[in-house]
C-alpha cells in the first residue's frame, strides 16, 4: 500500500511568489491534515479536511493560505504571496476515520522563501 | 489552549532502556500519541494512548496517566537505528468542538555505542 506524498519535496522561492504544495493520501483515507514545522519549533495543525470539506481551519496563519481538496481525494495548499515566515517544512498527514485514529505522515515539502 | 513539555534531548547506550517523559495540560483530552522522527524523515506514528496504563508494542512501551498529565514512551533493548526524535502529540477537542492534534517540540534522542 502506498503511503502519503507530497510533492515537491523541495521548493525554493521568492518573497512575493506564489508556491502550491501537493498532497495525495493513503488511497481510502477520509481525513487528511496539514502541518508545518518551523525550524526549531514544533509541528503545527494548519488544517483538517473530512473527504471534500474543511472540518477545521482554526491553525492557518492567515489569508495568505488556501487549502483546497476538491473530490476528497489529494490536497494542494497554496501560498500566495509568500513571505519570508512561511519557510519551514509542510507536512500532510491522513487517517482512515471510522475510528482509526492515528495519522499517517508524508515525507514533507521543505519550503523556502528568499 | 494546550502545553506539552518533554526534555528537549537525552542521551542512552545502546543495550540500555531509556524513558522518554511527556507532561500536559489540556481541556477535552482524547488521547496521546508518540511518533518517531528521523531526520529528514516523516514522522512515524509508534503508540496511541486514550486509556490509563501500559500499552506495549514489541521494544517500545508507551504508559498514560489522564489524572497526572502525564506519558511517558520506554525504549527498550536500544539500537543505533533508535536514534531520532520523539514527538509526544495530544489529541483534544478544542473550542469549536474539532477534535485536534497537539505536538510537543520532541525529544533528541541519541544512542551510543
Known amino acids: 500500500e502506498a503511503g502519503v506524498t507530497q510533492f515537491p519535496s523541495h521548493s525554493v522561492i521568492e518573497k512575493g511568489q506564489t508556491v502550491t504544495l501537493r498532497c495525495d493520501p493513503i488511497?481510502?483515507?477520509?481525513?487528511l491534515y496539514w502541518y508545518r514545522r518551523v525550524m526549531g519549533k514544533e509541528i503545527k495543525f494548519l488544517l483538517h479536511?473530512?473527504?471534500?470539506?474543511?472540518?477545521?481551519e482554526s491553525g492557518m496563519p492567515n489569508n495568505r493560505f488556501l487549502a483546497e481538496r476538491t473530490g476528497g481525494t489529494y490536497s494542494t495548499l497554496k501560498v500566495q504571496p509568500a513571505e519570508l515566515e512561511d519557510s519551514g517544512v509542510y507536512f500532510c498527514?491522513?487517517?482512515?476515520?471510522?475510528?482509526?485514529?492515528?495519522?499517517?505522515f508524508g515525507p514533507g515539502t521543505r519550503l523556502t522563501v528568499l | 489552549g494546550q502545553n506539552i513539555d518533554q526534555p528537549t534531548e537525552m542521551t542512552a547506550t545502546e543495550g540500555a532502556i531509556v524513558q522518554i517523559n511527556c507532561t500536559y495540560q489540556?481541556?477535552?483530552?482524547?488521547?496521546l500519541f508518540w511518533y518517531q522522527q528521523h531526520a529528514g524523515e516523516a514522522p512515524t506514528f509508534l503508540s496511541y494512548?486514550?486509556?490509563?496504563g501500559l500499552e506495549e508494542k514489541g521494544r517500545f512501551s508507551s504508559f498514560l496517566s489522564r489524572s497526572k498529565g502525564y506519558s511517558y514512551l520506554l525504549l527498550k533493548e536500544l539500537q543505533m537505528k533508535d536514534s531520532a526524535s520523539y514527538l509526544c502529540?495530544?489529541?483534544?477537542?478544542?473550542?469549536?468542538?474539532?477534535?485536534?492534534?497537539?505536538f510537543g517540540t520532541g525529544t533528541k534522542l541519541q544512542v551510543i555505542p
Open positions: 498527514a491522513s487517517s482512515q476515520g471510522r475510528g482509526r485514529v492515528e495519522q499517517f
Open positions: 488511497s481510502g483515507h477520509d481525513n
Open positions: 479536511f473530512v473527504k471534500e470539506s474543511k472540518q477545521d
Open positions: 489540556t481541556s477535552g483530552f482524547n488521547g
Open positions: 494512548n486514550v486509556l490509563d
Open positions: 502529540a495530544v489529541r483534544d477537542r478544542n473550542s469549536g468542538g474539532y477534535q485536534k492534534v497537539t
